[in-house]
């Protein structure tokens, strides 16, 4: 099983001349081909403290972003469900006491299905599992449940969202800039010093920073993969107040 982390960025990103979407193709020709895709997004968020699978055999396309140029609706991607997988995750999750559940109602957001539509453009198997408003340590659990369940498979799991993500910054055309958050970030990852990411939420620097969806994706990736070490790909800093991350690990 594999483990990476990326920032899917603004959809912006798919009619710009944008240099992430190189770093997403090559990433994907480098990691080559997997039997299915597991993929956390924070734009799948479930409010009921419930975890959700998609057992549906379909993911479609979901196009969940508003106000933004027509030619943006010309792109999506969907793809098939791995549904035996999903249901091993939920059985097993269950077994563990996770709240966790089958469900039909969501697909592939925009959080999910850029980064598969650019490293895997020929198409993929996937499973799409939620983040909820339960502690990351709880989400480090269904990571571990994941890894569990996917075992020596050729598998790959992917986390995505944005270390620092302050929209209202990046509408007032603030100055692109390093926020400390990602120093401290980074630097840990660099380190391997993956325990002591737990103790980051709360302090000033993650308040200052906003991290999308909680960094939850983040901790279920370091779940599954109990990483001994991570790489870092790419960051830059595109808007004020929005980073963009790439995080490969290796156990």
Known sequence: MKGIFVSHGSPMILVENDPWKDLLREWGKRLGKFDSVIIISPHFFSWSGTFLVETQPKLECIQDYYGFPDELYKF???????????NKIVEEGQKEGLPIKQDNKWGLDHGAWIPLMYMYPEGVKAVTISITDLSAE???KLGEVIGRVVGDRNVLIIGTGSPTHRLELMYLNAKPRQTKFDQILIQKLKDGDFTSLFKLEGTKEWEIASPEGMLRPLFVVLGAVKPKKAEIIGYEVPYGGVSMLAVEFYS
């Open 76 to 86: 999506c991607y969907s793809a098939d469900n791995d549904v035996d997988l999903a």
């Open 138 to 140: 709880i989400h480090y």
